[in-house]
Structures are given as structure tokens and as C-alpha cells.
């Protein structure tokens, strides 16, 4: 079983859409937890880390689920500029972070 | 300050041949992982060091392919003999304990084609 689950999509939404993304991982002792994004052909960048409590940054929204073992990330109005694959990540007991496949998000004119 | 660095940046070989792929990390960061993404498998972790040690390479996918590290700023990802199997971006990425969200640094990639 993979330690990380995602949806690979594709979404595609139009422009103004709220999209929400959704990800699973095995292990109930992982520690932190984060949203990459990777655009086409380039390295994943950190977009936001995901806080017990739910924490928001602008249109994004990321929330966790400890009992369910189940990690969200909500963009609202969505832009063009959102296009994007957004991984999951997990990070272990160790220092190593588990990444998902990616989602696949295009926003359309 | 200048991120990751890798390279090369792209390299196509023929089987059989040995591949190596170089990695700068961010000064002053502890931590350097080496990761392989395909469309079929997604981001994969090779091994990561701690300190230029390595502290798993449970992730390396046989003994073709080996890493090292001998200083806070130099590591290489080497295979030999390479196999069309290996075709894939091949990432170095590093962080620091000491960062406030932990967050890891990916270097832009080295796209390799095994003919």
C-alpha cells in the first residue's frame, strides 16, 4: 500500500470555480503534512503546510483529518496562473517526506 | 542565495553506460534527498544524508545505482550500468532541521534518456 494516496484527476474547472482536492495516507504516525505544487516540466514547490486546526493562506484552504488519515486542499476563484499538479506529502517519523502521484488541476478561460 | 543546483541538466545516454548526476545543496542546510519522478510512479525517494550521511537508501532501486556525499555541499547520484528502465527526472532537494516548516528545496532537475 502506498504511504500516500491522491486522486490524479484531471480537474478541469473554469475560471472563478472552487475545486477541492483530496488525499489519504497509511501511516497514523506521520507528523507533518504539507501541499506542493509542481508546474509543467519544473521542481515541486512548497504551497502550504497543513495545520491540525485547518489553516487558510488567500484562496486556498487546507484542512486535516487525523482520524480519517485524510488531508484537503480547497482553491477558491480559481485563476488561470492555478494551473498546476499539486502532491500530497506526508512526512515520517524519520525526516522523510512521502510524496502523492499529484492531482491535476486546469483552469479554463 | 542561489537555490539547489543540479547538473546536468539534461543528459541522454545509450545502456550500458555510467550516468552521473551532481547535486549542490543550499548552504547550511543538513538534510539532501535524492528523488526519481515518472509519470507511472510519481515522485519516488531514493536516499537522503543527514549531516553528508546517508541515513536510508531504502529507496534505491538496485545495486546499479549508488550515492554519495563527501562534503556539506557536493553530493552525486551515480548509475552503472544505466538501463532505458532508469529514463526519468531525477531531483536533489534539501532542507534544514532548523527551517520553520521544515520545508524541503528542490533543485530544477536532471531529465535523463537511456537509449
Known amino acids: 500500500r502506498k504511504e500516500v494516496e491522491q486522486d490524479p484527476g484531471p480537474f478541469n474547472v473554469p475560471e472563478g470555480a472552487t475545486v477541492a482536492f483530496n488525499c489519504t495516507y497509511s501511516?497514523?504516525?506521520?507528523?507533518?503534512f504539507f501541499w506542493y505544487r509542481q508546474d509543467c516540466r519544473k521542481e515541486p514547490k512548497l504551497l502550504m503546510s497543513v495545520y491540525s486546526s485547518g489553516n487558510e493562506d488567500g484562496r486556498f484552504t487546507a484542512q486535516l483529518n487525523r482520524a480519517s488519515q485524510y488531508i484537503s486542499l480547497l482553491i477558491r476563484d480559481s485563476k488561470l496562473s492555478d494551473s498546476a499538479t499539486y502532491l500530497c506529502v506526508v512526512k515520517g517519523a524519520g525526516n522523510q517526506f512521502y510524496f502523492g502521484t499529484g492531482t491535476s488541476l486546469t483552469v479554463i478561460p | 542565495d542561489a537555490g539547489v543546483i543540479q547538473s546536468p541538466r539534461h543528459e541522454v545516454t545509450e545502456m550500458g553506460q555510467e550516468v552521473t548526476l551532481r547535486c549542490k545543496p543550499i548552504?547550511?542546510?543538513?538534510?539532501l534527498f535524492w528523488y526519481r519522478q515518472t509519470m507511472m510512479r510519481g515522485l519516488e525517494l531514493l536516499i537522503y544524508?543527514?549531516?553528508?550521511?546517508?541515513?536510508?537508501d531504502s529507496g534505491m532501486p538496485e545495486d546499479r545505482f549508488s550515492a554519495k556525499m563527501p562534503n556539506a555541499s557536493f553530493s552525486t547520484l551515480k548509475i552503472q550500468p544505466s538501463e532505458p528502465r532508469d529514463s526519468a527526472v531525477y531531483f536533489c532537494a534539501s532542507s534544514s532541521i532548523r527551517g520553520l516548516r521544515n520545508e524541503q528545496f528542490f533543485g530544477p532537475g536532471t531529465r535523463l534518456t537511456v537509449l
Open positions: 501511516n497514523s504516525a506521520s507528523q507533518s
Open positions: 548552504s547550511g542546510h543538513d538534510y
Open positions: 544524508f543527514n549531516n553528508n550521511v546517508p541515513i536510508d
